[in-house]
């Protein structure tokens, strides 16, 4: 019986897919930024129920000729880069040719074309990666695509999409800083089927934050514009009479790439250190130009994470910049600070969203702008802010109750039991280390260190038991110098070792030779877990039985492979949390620190004071 098989290229396509197309508001990210690259200068998106059912982007781009067409599904099939010398200085958002034969992977897909030196348009369906029609129709220039039914054939995927609402929310959010990052694109957002915003796409950023934050928002801004080593930041800075509860109201673009970093924001919140009470943050929308070569965005698919080649230098910049901008601002309190502009360039107008065979009336779009218009005195209201991400957790000013989670608890319903796990509904992970999942009336605090720590040392004590300890070979060997006491403690414990699966030899000198070690341990660098595991034993000593020996040199080692930051992916931490409920008790590490706390709904909402 064959074991092994090659997968065919759907379900390859269908594995590759989840790296860019993660949920609608990706599917919006990356066909808005094919939109940008083909230098349309109008864009709409369309999108109901939260994107799931349908998403439709139309720009007035250059659009595709008819024998690209069915190139652009291809995986890895560009326009955009040549070679991977190209990377340094790419300029346009996408250029790993993977969206659209993602997204065709997943879902079912028109996509309608006129390319401008075109006579004739073009129509391509694709469901599945299986191309369905394909044919000439009218069309105006540009680009229409339209994503129906995402996940429709990927059931586990969808499973972990989340409301229609929260995914709504998101795509919202996207289209809001899609729209900051180029106030020269005009920008139009559809959610079932109601203007969201429209900006003019003049050019104007503060415009734009009108249109998104609002009037008192837009009020209380001041510009900054700033030049250093090649470098410029320019936006808005928010008055402190701006400061929020939390960070999600700091925007910064790098080249016009909507990006998130912790290095900046710290540099933001430096610059503004003496104007922002503890706990504030400020609101701000800056762009930051660079040369390309002095940042990396190629770090992720969804290329939102950066990394900068002078770190220092950068961030003295951002800083000083901010400082600058507040503190000159202080001096002449009084100017008006935000001009108006002189002139205004005339709106854009917005592309219609186009579709072969439109399922609803082809005026919706036309009548829902005219009644928006109605429904508002002014032709730009204030958008309904949408509805926040999880972002409560990424609060610094929280204070929580700890909660140890005691037994009791769990005699009506078990946490980490088989029955609960289906009803996990898995948050995610904060500061690299913990997992939150939501369960009935409480939120749960996972350690993944502990928890990880603790399933090692259960499979390790179970293979000790049942005497069938698997190994892992290291090829080659690794050489570890031990100083005077460890090499005492090792050769008294080297039977313990054994026993454990490290296979160890003398090297001659200080030196031994480590042939294996125990599977369950082969995660990190072996070499630092083992010395480190010898050094945590030189310090306590050797006593006690065989046994306490062996079982505390299998903590150590577990507790050292496990150790620094480890990235878990949701899959992975799903595994563990699988593992780590046939445990007997998987509420503490082998150290006797807890896996696992929980705190209620009722204490949140007193927090919050709903509750008094
Ligand atoms: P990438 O953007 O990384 O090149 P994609 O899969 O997103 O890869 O797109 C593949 C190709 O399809 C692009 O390189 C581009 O030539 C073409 N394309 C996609 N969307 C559009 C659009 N809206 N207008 C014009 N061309 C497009
Ligand atoms: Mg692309």
Redesign the pocket.
Known sequence: MALIHILDSQTIDQIAAGEVVERPSSVVK??V???M??G?DAITVEIKDGGIELIR?T?N????LKE?LPN??LRH????IRTAEDLSKVL??????????SIAAVAKVELI?KHRDALMGNRYVIEGGIEKESDEVGAPD??T?VVRNLFYNTPARRKFLKTTATEGGYVADLMEHLAMSRPDISYTFIQNRQVKFSTSGNGDLKEVIYHIYGKDTAREIIPIISNQDGMTIEGYLGTPVNARSNRNFENYFINRRYIKSNLIAKGIEEGYKAYMMQHRFPFCVLHITMDTQEVDVNVHPSKMDVRFHDQQQFMDFIIKAVAETLSAREMIADCDLVPEKEEKKLSKEAPEPFEHNRRESEDTHKKTAMLQKILEPKPVGKVTKPVPKNNILKERDHIFVERPVQMELFDKQRVLSESSRKQYKIIGQIFDTYWLFELGDNLYFIDQHAAHEKVNYERLMKQLKEDHVYRQQLNPPIVVTVTGIERQVLSEAMEYFAELGFEIEEFGGNEYAIRTIPLELYLNDPKDMFLETLNELAETGLTGTPEIICQRIATMACKASVKGNMKVSLTEIDALLDELLTLENPYHCPHGRPTIFAMSKYDIEKKFKRIV
């Open positions: 990356e066909l930024e094919n939109s690259d083909a349309a982007v720009d781009g250059c659009g595709i690209d652009a599904f099939a560009t326009s955009k346009s958002m996408g250029f790993r040719g993977e969206a659209l034969g074309s540009g680009t695509i």
